[in-house]
C-alpha cells in the first residue's frame, strides 16, 4: 500500500530560479497539507485543501509561494523566483478528513537554493 | 489561533530510564493531540494519540496523559532503548465544520538515549 508520494527528494536551484514539488497523496484521502521544517522555525503549515479546496493559505510565506491541487491525487508548490532563505525540508502530509484526524506524511523533499 | 508549547527541547537519558516530555496549547477547543517520532533525516511519524474524551492512553512502552482543565499533554516513554532517540513533536488540533483538521506542532524535543 503506497503512502504519500513527493517528488523529487533532492532539489538544488540557483536563486531566482523557479521550483515546483510534487505530491500524491494517499489512495482516498481527501485532505493534502504543505508543511516546511527548518531548524530555526521548526516544523509550519504552508497551506491545506480538503477535497482539492485551498482552505487555509495562512502559513505561505509571501506571494513567491503558490500551491494548487487540480485533483484529488495530485498537488503541486511551487516557488517562484526562489531566494536563499527558501531552502528547508518540504513535506506533504494527506488525511481522511471526517473518519480520522491521522496526518500521514510523504518522505520529504530537501530544496536547497544557492 | 491555537499556540503549543514543547518543553524540554532537549533530553538527555540513559537506556532504560524513563522520559516524560510534556505540551501546553492555548484553545480551549482543540480535541485531538497527537504525537510525532522523527529520526535524522526521515519524515515525521504518529506514534501515539489522544482524544479530549479520554485522559491516558497507554501502547506498550509509550503513554500519553490529557489534563483539559490545565490544558496540557505528556508523554511518556518508559524503559526508554537507543531505538527511541529522535525528535519528538507534540500537536494540537480541534475537528473544523467539514471534519478537516489543522495540525499545529509544538517545537520538538530532541531524545538522545545513551547506552
Known amino acids: 500500500d503506497a503512502g504519500v508520494i513527493q517528488s523529487p527528494r533532492h532539489e538544488v536551484t540557483e536563486m531566482g530560479q523557479e521550483v515546483t514539488l510534487r505530491c500524491k497523496p494517499i489512495?482516498?484521502?481527501?485532505?493534502l497539507f504543505w508543511y516546511r521544517q527548518t531548524m530555526m522555525r521548526g516544523l509550519e503549515l504552508l497551506i491545506y485543501f480538503n477535497n482539492n479546496v485551498p482552505i487555509d493559505d495562512s502559513g505561505m510565506p509571501e506571494d513567491r509561494f503558490s500551491a494548487k491541487m487540480p485533483n484529488a491525487s495530485f498537488s503541486t508548490l511551487k516557488i517562484q523566483p526562489s531566494e536563499p532563505r527558501d531552502s528547508a525540508v518540504y513535506f506533504c502530509a494527506s488525511s481522511l478528513a471526517g473518519l480520522s484526524d491521522t496526518q500521514y506524511f510523504g518522505p520529504g523533499t530537501r530544496l536547497t537554493v544557492l | 489561533g491555537e499556540n503549543v508549547e514543547q518543553h524540554p527541547s532537549t533530553l538527555s537519558v540513559q537506556e532504560g530510564d524513563s522520559a516524560v516530555i510534556k505540551c501546553t496549547y492555548s484553545?480551549?477547543?482543540?480535541?485531538?493531540f497527537p504525537w510525532y517520532k522523527q529520526e535524522l533525516g526521515k519524515r515525521p511519524q504518529l506514534i501515539i494519540d489522544i482524544r479530549s474524551n479520554v485522559g491516558e492512553k497507554k501502547d506498550q512502552r509509550i503513554a500519553v496523559t490529557l489534563n483539559k482543565t490545565a490544558k496540557h499533554f505528556s508523554l511518556h516513554i518508559t524503559e526508554t532503548q537507543p531505538e527511541d532517540s529522535a525528535v519528538y513533536f507534540c500537536?494540537?488540533?480541534?475537528?473544523?465544520?467539514?471534519?478537516?483538521?489543522?495540525?499545529?506542532f509544538g517545537a520538538g524535543t530532541r531524545l538522545a538515549v545513551h547506552p
Open positions: 489512495s482516498g484521502h481527501n485532505s
Open positions: 500537536a494540537a488540533s480541534k475537528a473544523f465544520s467539514g471534519g478537516y483538521n489543522k495540525l499545529i
Open positions: 484553545d480551549s477547543a482543540s480535541n485531538y
